[in-house]
């Protein structure tokens, strides 16, 4: 439209007081020649205004959309074309309208390494899993805080259990040390022995598993050929 000779380009002298007493309008300056270099139009450097660009949607859009708006916009119009610079648009400043917190957001922090290095679907994924994984970590510390021990305690467990028989045993001993008796109670530390022989623990609780084994060992020998003194047995 500009190229056709029944349209001039007003050049505005008070193009500047114009733009900032209307307020949503900008000074724009076309140099010589940026329509046709070859018949040269315009003429000379016309200084005009133009109204500023507006992205506007409903305060009910979702923030997700918000966000992809704007990303679009910036890839499509920040490196700037014949008539706007470069980073021009889109921009915070002077909207007609309140900016939304997701705008503000978005031209205050920019895109994040995630929004940078993924694309919108797998960072916004990402984004919501951190959402999700706050709290439920925040509620695992205590359990991941209490998990060595209680294994720790799990273990021994199955090593400590087989020292009631054993004790059981030396009891009936002490109070009948009688030949049946002894022969009896000796049947019983094969089984327990052959029982803690297939016990399976975890290397760094080996030392219990030893002890135990030396304690049915220790037993076996004062059932055997210890002199144990005979007590009667207590109700």
């Known amino acids: 439209m500009a190229e056709d000779p029944r349209v001039t380009l007003v050049n505005l002298e008070y193009a ?7 307020g949503d309008m900008s000074v724009t300056v076309i140099p010589a020649g940026l329509l046709d270099l070859d018949t040269i139009l315009p003429l000379q450097d016309i200084t005009t205004i133009a109204p500023l660009a507006g992205l506007v949607a409903h305060d009910e859009l979702h923030p997700a959309l918000v966000y992809l708006l704007l990303r679009a916009a910036d890839d499509i119009h920040r490196p700037g074309d014949m008539f706007s610079r470069v980073d021009e648009f889109p921009q915070p400043n002077f909207v007609g309208f309140p900016l939304s917190p997701d705008a503000r957001r978005y031209f205050e922090d920019g895109l994040g390494f995630l929004d940078r290095s993924l694309p919108y679907w797998a960072s916004n994924l990402v984004k919501r899993l951190a959402i999700l994984l706050i709290p439920l970590v925040t ?6 805080r209490f998990a060595p021990p209680a294994y720790s305690w799990q273990i021994r467990r199955r090593i400590y259990r087989w020292y009631a028989d054993l004790r059981r045993i030396e009891r009936r001993v002490r109070t009948d040390a009688s030949a049946e008796t002894r022969q009896v109670q000796l049947e019983a530390l094969d089984r327990l022995q052959e029982a803690v022989g297939d016990l399976r623990v975890p290397l760094s609780h080996s030392e219990h598993l030893y002890h135990l084994r030396l304690h049915i060992r220790f037993v076996r020998e004062l059932v055997e050929h210890g002199d144990i003194p005979c007590r009667p047995a207590q109700v």
């Open 139 to 144: 509620l695992l510390f205590p359990i991941l």
């Open 16 to 22: 500047r007081a114009i733009a900032q007493r209307l």
